[in-house]
């Protein structure tokens, strides 16, 4: 059974930095684009970064580009995401999630984790 499970989140005051982790088990980790999603409260679901296979690309949302870093280590397993120069805006639970496809990121999400809270707060 396809299994994410993000770690890493927690209370960080804003300029701050964090780094979240995603442990990846029951599917070929290296065959698929992988996501990070957030989830403010009370707001919708927020792509906000991908990264392809052999991490040869990566996408990120206007707002995080410049300050959040995805990356991936196939050898473990594990997406990871960078998040530097955290602002209150960036609270949040994140997600992990499994693209459905390796080759296009137009085909969704089919799995995500249950996901990581993040506080940026004074």
């Known amino acids: 059974q396809v299994q994410l499970v993000e770690s890493g989140g927690g209370l960080v005051h804003p300029g701050g930095s964090m780094r979240l982790s995603c442990a990846a088990s029951g599917f070929t980790f290296n065959n698929y684009i992988m996501s990070w999603v957030r989830q403010a409260p009370g707001k919708g679901l927020e792509w906000v970064s991908d990264i392809t296979i052999t991490s040869r690309s990566t996408y990120e949302s206007d707002s995080v580009k410049g300050r959040f870093t995805i990356s991936r280590d196939n050898a473990k397993n594990t997406l990871y995401l960078q998040m530097n120069s955290l602002k209150p805006e960036d609270t949040a639970v994140y997600y992990c999630?499994?693209?459905?496809?390796?080759?296009?990121?137009?085909?969704?999400?089919?799995?995500w984790g249950n996901g990581t809270l993040v506080t940026v707060s004074s």
């Open positions: 999630a499994k693209r459905r496809y390796g080759y296009s990121r137009n085909g969704g999400m089919d799995f």
